[in-house]
């Protein structure tokens, strides 16, 4: 019927349309793209000189490095982080200058640490994402569970320790766009799991003890900060050292008996 021979023919018409504009829009890209190459230049002195700096930099131990052993931070329990950090940063040298996909992970995976929680737990951890009174009432009303759960787990606070423990902080190279990131997040996660146990266990802690752990919790994250390459891992250390100042307020208006601080 010409009912049925006009419709064909409108999609007809809308099917060159649409085809026409793809083309439209792939010649219109590959334009742009020879535009810019048009004006690329080649790296200035200043980048040069950058990355030579950057590349020439004093290898620090691997024992003493931080960044090392915060690259294998989500290892389970019986595997050393800092094996696993060490062949992770050699899988980035790699990997560097090689064809990888994006999305591509570390060879070697693992589960996250907070599918281990107790509900109580977990409550209070997402509740403390914000350091303010009622992060510190409901981890005084669940007391005893959190201690209970820590009691049980408590390599993950020996993780962290041996974490600020490192003297030193250099990072390696992540010069690949598909490369990637290490979980930037974690060691903020066990910082404060660390600050969580410390609450429940200050008014059994002396002075002495509290200023030593307070004391190298910020030192560590300063001395990283100061040797970050990234943004991302300079906001990471910045993040870090706001949540200490935080803590450590709420620490000491937690304390029922005065200390000498």
């Known amino acids: 019927s010409i009912q049925g021979f006009t419709m064909i023919r409108r999609a007809l018409i809308y099917l060159?349309?649409?085809?026409?504009?793809?083309?439209?829009?792939?010649?219109t890209y590959l334009l742009w793209v020879v535009v810019i190459n048009l004006n690329d230049q080649p790296p200035s002195e200043t980048v040069i000189e950058f990355e030579r700096v950057w590349h020439s930099k004093p290898k620090v131990a691997d024992e003493d490095n931080g960044y090392l052993y915060f690259l294998g931070l989500d290892s389970p329990q019986h595997i050393d982080p800092l094996e696993i950090g060490i062949a992770r940063s050699k899988w980035i040298l790699e990997m560097n200058g090689a064809s990888i996909d994006m999305g591509t992970d570390f060879p070697q995976q693992f589960d996250r640490l907070d599918e281990s929680f107790s509900p109580e737990l977990r409550a209070v951890f997402d509740q403390c994402k914000t350091i303010d009174h009622k992060c510190i009432a409901l981890i005084n009303e669940n007391k005893s569970a959190i201690e209970k759960w820590f009691s049980e787990n408590n390599w993950?606070?020996?993780?962290?320790?041996k974490l600020i423990s490192h003297t030193a902080w250099q990072e390696t190279p992540i010069e690949n766009i598909n490369m990637p990131l290490p979980r930037y997040a974690l060691p903020?996660?066990?910082?404060?799991?660390?600050?969580?146990?410390l609450i429940t266990q200050a008014d059994r802690t002396s002075s002495e003890e509290l200023i030593g752990m307070l004391g190298k919790d910020l030192t560590f994250w300063r001395n990283a900060l100061a040797n970050n390459d990234t943004i991302i891992s300079k906001m990471i250390s910045s993040a870090a050292i706001r949540n200490h100042f935080q803590w450590i307020n709420f620490i000491f208006l937690n304390l029922k008996d005065e200390k000498e601080i």
């Open 188 to 197: 903020i996660y066990l910082q404060e799991l660390s600050y969580i146990n």
């Open 156 to 161: 993950v606070l020996d993780r962290y320790q």
């Open 16 to 27: 060159r349309n649409f085809i026409i504009a793809v083309i439209l829009l792939v010649i």
